[in-house]
């Protein structure tokens, strides 16, 4: 079993940056892909991205992908998303989300409770 707790959010400027975190515990983090996904009001939850146990990185766009980092530190159980240059079309909740490589994004299995990221024209 492995909680999620993410934090990080806030409200923020457009253009302005923000770092989430996802900080885990539970057995066998280090070994799972973990994601972040969002979801605006009135919208269905998007996948944003996701980081494999090893370092490698997928992004769902080319806009996500250039202004949006994953990172991970396995001894201390975290991920981290870093956005720079934040567009209020990024408000949203974003969830982290973990899972087996093989069958992430599509079906994570354990997600945290969502952390809000507000960003003002």
């Known amino acids: 079993q492995v909680q999620l707790v993410e934090s990080g959010g806030g409200l923020v400027q457009t253009g302005g940056s923000l770092r989430l975190s996802c900080a885990a515990s539970?057995?066998?983090?280090?070994?799972?892909?973990v994601g972040w996904f969002r979801q605006a009001p009135g919208r269905e939850r998007d996948f944003v991205g996701y980081?494999?146990?090893?370092?490698?990185?997928?992004y769902s766009s080319d806009s996500v992908k250039g202004r949006f980092t994953l990172s991970r530190d396995n001894a201390q159980n975290t991920v981290y998303l870093q956005m720079n240059n934040l567009k209020p079309e990024d408000t949203a909740l974003y969830y982290c989300?973990?899972?087996?490589?093989?069958?992430?994004?599509?079906?994570?299995?354990?997600w945290g409770q969502g952390t809000q990221v507000t960003v003002s024209s």
């Open positions: 539970g057995r066998g983090f280090s070994t799972y892909a």
């Open positions: 980081i494999t146990w090893s370092g490698g990185t997928t």
């Open positions: 989300a973990a899972g087996y490589s093989e069958t992430f994004p599509s079906r994570p299995v354990y």
